[in-house]
Each structure stands twice: as C-alpha cells, then as structure tokens.
C-alpha cells in the first residue's frame, strides 16, 4: 500500500510538472478541404469525441461549408499534442488561433465534443457576429467569434427543446 501511495504522488509531481492541473481552452479557425465528403466530416467529429473522451477534453466545433471553427478544453499539455496533430491534419488548413487561455472552469463541459453547423435556418446570427456581408470567421475578432459560438450552441438547444415537445405531443 504504502509503495502505492508514493506511486501516486510520484506521478501527481510529474502530472504538475506536465502542468496535467493547468486547464486551457484553444480556439481556432481553418478553412474546410472542399475534398471532404460529408462520410469524412463525419469520421471527425466522430474521431474527436472518441478521442477526447478519453484524453478529458470538452469543447465545440461549428461546421460550415468553408471554414471550421473549434474550441478545445483540456490539460494543458493534452491541448498541446491535440493541437500539433490537428495542425499537420490535412483535412483542414490555414489553421488560425483565435484565443488560447488559461480557464477556471470548463464551459463546454458536457460535450466531448458538441457539434454545431453554421447554415442558412442560423444565418441571422452567422450575419449578426460576422464583420462582412459572408460569414468569414478570419474577418471575426475574438469575441464575435465567441458570442457567435456560444448563440448557436443556445440556438440549437431550443430547437431541441422544441423538436422534443413536439415528438412528445
Ligand atoms: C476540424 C478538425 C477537428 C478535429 N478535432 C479533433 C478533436 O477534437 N480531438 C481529436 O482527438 N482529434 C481531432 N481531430 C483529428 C486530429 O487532427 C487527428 O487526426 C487525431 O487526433 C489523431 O488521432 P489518433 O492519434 O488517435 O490517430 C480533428 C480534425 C479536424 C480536421
């Protein structure tokens, strides 16, 4: 038992050392590979809410037919690797930070990771957070892109609500 205990401490100095305790939430835009078929996207976001299950990241990712835009909520050093992978993926590209910062608490802390699209039934709010006549997130600062992400998830939450009542009534 006692070899254990000191196991497990010896591996919380290394997690603190790693900064494992540290949390930071990455936001970034990319532009869609137009070679992706709908079975590809799907294969993503499949693929990170597998993986970000079991690495303890939470966050979003909004799809459009030009740009993804995501935001990642994890250790420190986890976001770190995801982020190496996700820059050498070619399924995406010209990947832009938008904000990386250190965060109390998860927000999107009930989603491996929650899927949301930017269409035309959402376009008043895509227009609305969008500095141009076309949504273009790379002509977006950091808070419109926030609010923006942050009015869809709610937007698409009512709509559930709504579909869910009225499959119920
Ligand atoms: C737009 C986009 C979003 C992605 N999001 C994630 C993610 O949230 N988590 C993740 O593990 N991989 C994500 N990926 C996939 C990674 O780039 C990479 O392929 C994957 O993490 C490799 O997983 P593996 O090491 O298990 O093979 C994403 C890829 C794209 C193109």
Redesign the pocket.
């Known amino acids: 038992m006692e070899l254990k205990l000191n196991e497990l401490s010896d591996k919380n100095n290394l997690n603190s050392h790693h900064g494992e305790h540290i949390i930071l939430r990455l936001t970034y835009v ?1 532009r869609y590979n137009t070679e992706n078929s709908n079975i590809e996207v799907a294969r ?1 976001l499949e ?2 809410q597998r ?2 299950e079991r ?1 303890g ?1 939470t ?1 979003a ?1 909004v799809i459009n037919e030009n740009y ?1 835009l ?1 935001v ?1 909520e994890g250790a420190r050093p986890v976001i770190n690797n ?1 982020l190496k ?2 820059i050498e ?1 070619k ?2 590209f010209s990947l832009q930070i938008i904000e990386c910062r250190e965060i109390e608490e998860r927000y999107w802390n009930k989603w491996s ?1 929650k899927y949301l699209t930017a269409n035309d039934q959402n376009k008043e709010y895509v227009m609305k957070y969008s500095a141009s006549n076309e949504f273009n997130p790379y002509l977006m600062s950091t808070s419109q892109i926030t609010m923006f992400i942050d009015k869809l998830s709610k937007l698409q939450e009512r709509q559930e609500k709504r579909e869910s009542k009225m499959k119920k009534s």
């Open positions: 990319s993503i693929q990170a993986n970000n690495n990241i966050g990712l993804f995501q990642i995801l992978k996700l993926d399924r995406h990771m």
